[in-house]
């Protein structure tokens, strides 16, 4: 089985439509896809309606989550995407996209570059805004070559010139209401140092004591030492380990299974999850809500 656990959408900030994302998944040779868009559940019933046969969809959501000042992203799945109090947060944490992104752009006009918000808004359209489609417009304006060069200090990494913070949740908080709901957590790229600062050690173990299910291991923006590395702490800690390709479409060079998941550790998952179940082919004829 070919199984990745991190892909976006149009939902959020990715440029396949959910309906795309699943038929390329397909395509690509995958068996299970997981779509986990930014904040948002907005692209499920696409989704489900258009998943092929021989394909299955993990429903799932990356939550904006920082600690002690450093942001991260949590992966959750197969959660309950009705349950209030999560959903309640994402709101919050979505509803805060929209004047966060105005003020990077407002930021970077300061800064003399080119880019306005009704261009920033219409490459987004109906997904959740992000620094990935202001970086797009950056790339439409001249000012960097790919949407991964904008994301350094200079311009939208985290501290940087255009940066402006937004509502995030606490991550132990994001693992006690994704538990709530059913749903199982993964710690998204936790080393992934060309990003921006990555939280310690101590504190994937304090997540580790707090619930969290997993880490991802296998990701494009980690080095095979850094996997390594990774997969002993997961050992030490009795984490789950998982690969993702974090596809986001042309919006980034990686594609479609680049790095899998373990089917032994995919069946974990969903054995751990009771909130939602993994929705099979022919146009999502599965339970999707527990």
């Known amino acids: 089985m070919r199984i990745d656990l991190h892909a976006h959408s149009t939902a959020s900030d990715g440029t396949d439509t959910p309906a795309e994302l699943v038929r390329n998944a397909a395509a ?6 997981a779509l986990t868009d930014h904040d948002t559940v907005g692209g499920y019933a696409e989704a489900i309606a258009a998943v092929p046969d021989g394909l299955t969809l993990v429903t799932g959501a990356e939550l904006s989550c920082r600690l002690d ?13 009705a349950e209030s109090e999560l959903s309640r ?19 970077l006009q300061d800064l003399g570059v080119p880019v306005t918000w009704d261009r920033v808004a219409a490459i987004a359209g109906d997904g959740s805004v ?40 606490d991550p132990f908080e ?15 790229h936790p080393l992934a140092l ?38 002993g702490l997961a050992g030490e800690l009795g984490l789950l380990t998982t690969g993702s390709s974090d596809y986001h479409g042309s919006r980034k060079t990686c594609g479609l299974g680049e790095c899998t998941t ?27 809500g527990a």
Do not use: N
Request: aromatic share 6%; net charge neutral.
């Open 174 to 188: 994001a693992i006690r209401l994704v538990k709530a709901a059913g749903g199982v957590t993964v710690f998204a």
């Open 89 to 107: 947060e994402r709101e919050l944490v979505r509803d805060d996209r929209v004047p966060r992104a105005r003020t990077m752009v407002g930021k």
């Open 130 to 169: 992000g620094r990935p489609h202001i970086a797009a417009a950056m790339v439409e304006a001249g000012v960097v070559a790919s949407v991964s060069d904008a994301f350094t200090p200079q311009w939208l990494a985290d501290g940087g010139r255009a940066y402006a913070e937004k509502h995030e949740l």
């Open 28 to 33: 690509a040779g995958l068996d299970v896809v």
């Open 262 to 288: 373990d089917p032994e550790i995919y069946g974990e998952i969903t054995r751990r999850a009771t909130g939602a179940f993994p929705v099979p082919g022919a146009g999502g004829q599965g339970r999707t």
């Open 69 to 81: 000042g450093i942001g991260l992203h949590m992966l959750a799945y197969l959660f309950d995407p």
């Open 194 to 231: 060309k990003r921006g600062r990555c939280v310690p050690e101590s504190a994937i173990a304090e997540l580790a004591a707090a619930g969290l299910d997993g880490i991802e291991v296998d990701h494009m923006d980690h080095d095979p030492a850094t996997r390594a590395r990774l997969r």
